[in-house]
């Protein structure tokens, strides 16, 4: 069982301090990966180009993925995020894909068999993706390391789960533009979690040394 735990207040806390915190470029993130989920939707007709357009679109949304978790991850450990890591995913891209497609079967597997395993196994394996990017690992050790850390901790992710959802809907009730704070907050709030069942704490903000005191005379 992993010894690690975690709070749901304290995951939100931190989702939304530093959320305001990084405001700016969180909320640019959000514009982007809405415009790249967004862009497949304008193609409304069937044929082979539509369904090519959305395959691409899948492509560059799972690559931009990559870049998030990256940023989510540089703040959380207190070191400043750049936007240009939203485009740094290619050495991990393959086995991020497969990763997430592993992830998805098994997922859906358990949802065709019973339902309550599909939604269980979707919390055993919710840190496999985030484990391929951090710790550069292959789809199936990510799985196994996954399931690992979620030990015990089912039942706080799918609390934590239903708590982001409300909070993500009364985002999209303020005429959408709460989404552009509520998204990031929920992205921060799982690489929190991530990195509290790993067993590591967030960073904190230096302590400022002190100045020597003035000689006497």
């Known amino acids: 069982m992993s010894e690690s735990k975690f709070a749901i207040g304290e995951a ?6 530093k959320t305001k915190e ?16 967004g862009f497949g939707s304008l193609f409304s007709r069937s044929g082979s180009a539509v ?19 990256k940023i989510m991850l540089k703040i959380y450990d207190g070191q ?21 497609i592993l992830v998805s079967l098994i997922v859906l597997g358990g949802l065709i068999l019973l339902v309550i395993p599909g939604i269980i196994w979707s919390f055993k394996y919710s840190m496999t993706t985030y484990l391929i990017v951090d710790k550069g690992m ?9 399931g690992e850390i979620t030990q015990g901790s089912k039942w706080q992710l799918f609390l934590l789960g239903l708590v982001l959802a409300l909070i993500n809907m009364a985002g999209a009730l303020v005429f959408g533009i709460g989404l552009l704070f509520t998204i990031p ?14 067993g590591q704490a967030p960073a ?11 000689p006497t005379n």
């Open 12 to 17: 939100v806390n931190f989702g939304w301090n």
């Open 204 to 214: 904190s903000a230096p302590t400022p040394t002190p100045k020597p005191a003035a």
């Open 51 to 69: 369904y090519f357009i959305n395959l691409i679109t899948w492509v560059v949304g799972l690559f931009i993925g990559i870049g998030v978790i």
């Open 22 to 37: 990084n405001a700016g470029l969180l909320i640019v993130i959000v514009l982007i990966t809405m415009a790249v989920s």
């Open 80 to 100: 400043k995020p750049e936007l240009n890591l939203l485009w740094s995913g290619g050495p991990v891209f393959v086995n991020y894909l497969l990763g997430s």
């Open 185 to 198: 907050l929920t992205y921060l709030a799982m690489a929190f979690v991530y990195r509290k069942l790993l």
């Open 138 to 146: 292959g789809p199936t050790e990510a799985l196994r390391k996954s």
